[in-house]
T-cell receptor, first 115, second 117 residues
Framework: AQSVAQPEDQVNVAEGNPLTVKCTYS??????LFWYVQYPNRGLQFLLK??????LVKGSYGFEAEFNKSQTSFHLKKPSALVSDSALYFC?????????????FGAGTRLFVKA | GAVVSQHPSWVICKSGTSVKIECRSLDFQATTMFWYRQFPKQSLMLMAT?????????EQGVEKDKFLINHASLTLSTLTVTSAHPEDSSFYIC?????????????FGSGTRLTVV
């Protein structure tokens, strides 16, 4: 069975400092991995994905994520956090062998960036 | 490209009434649509998957007679919460998948906050 873990409920970081939001996954076969951001009372916005290729993936708003197959991780990073980055972040995985295109979401990590 | 419109963004209804939520793909054909429910400070829970022209597939524990899903066209799916009760109050989000949307993962609607009083 596939699963996604976001071990931190909340991450606090000062503006201008680098941020990391952690994600580990379990899936049979090669994974499709995604990061989404959600602002209050809004749907999810796509940030970036890893399907194949370079392990370092660059996405929207200066975010990037590194796929690490040996550690089954896909941590989200940003070199310099902004207050406006404060939001709820979801990691998601879709396994090629799952039925249809079902995607599993992590529990979410709330990011607080303090000015 | 790959825009999904969800309507209404919020709705308040009386207990016992039914509420319909629409999810439209504006610039692509959505062969598959997903409906999620999100409780406060929790992740998305997949309720059902619908493919255009066929019956929806519901996840375990989701009442199909309570949450009616219709995906009659390649651009529209609807979720009807029948005989709503306060415990149905939640944030409902749709997402759509179709030709040309792979690069976006799934494309999500903006969500509907349902409050049943």
């Amino acid at each position: 069975a596939q699963s996604v873990a976001q071990p931190e409920d909340q991450v606090n970081v000062a503006e201008g400092n680098p941020l990391t939001v952690k994600c580990t996954y379990s899936v049979s076969g090669n994974p499709y991995l995604f990061w989404y951001v959600q602002y209050p009372n809004r749907g999810l916005q796509f940030l970036l994905k890893y399907i194949t290729g370079d392990n370092l993936v660059k996405g929207s708003y200066g975010f990037e994520a590194e796929f690490n197959k040996s550690q089954t991780s896909f941590h989200l990073k940003k070199p310099s956090a902004l207050v406006s980055d404060s939001a709820l972040y979801f990691c998601a995985v879709r396994g090629i062998n799952t039925g249809g295109f079902k995607t599993i979401f992590g529990a979410g990590t709330r990011l607080f960036v303090k000015a | 490209g790959a825009v999904v419109s969800q309507h209404p963004s919020w709705v308040i209804c009386k207990s016992g009434t039914s509420v319909k939520i629409e999810c439209r793909s504006l610039d692509f054909q959505a062969t598959t649509m997903f409906w999620y429910r999100q409780f406060p400070k929790q992740s998305l829970m997949l309720m059902a998957t619908s493919n255009e022209g066929s019956k929806a597939t519901y996840e375990q524990g989701v009442e199909k007679d309570k949450f009616l899903i219709n995906h009659a066209s390649l651009t529209l799916s609807t979720l009807t919460v029948t005989s709503a009760h306060p415990e149905d109050s939640s944030f409902y989000i749709c997402s759509a998948f179709g030709q040309g949307t792979m690069n976006y993962g799934y494309t999500f609607g903006s969500g509907t906050r349902l409050t049943v009083v």
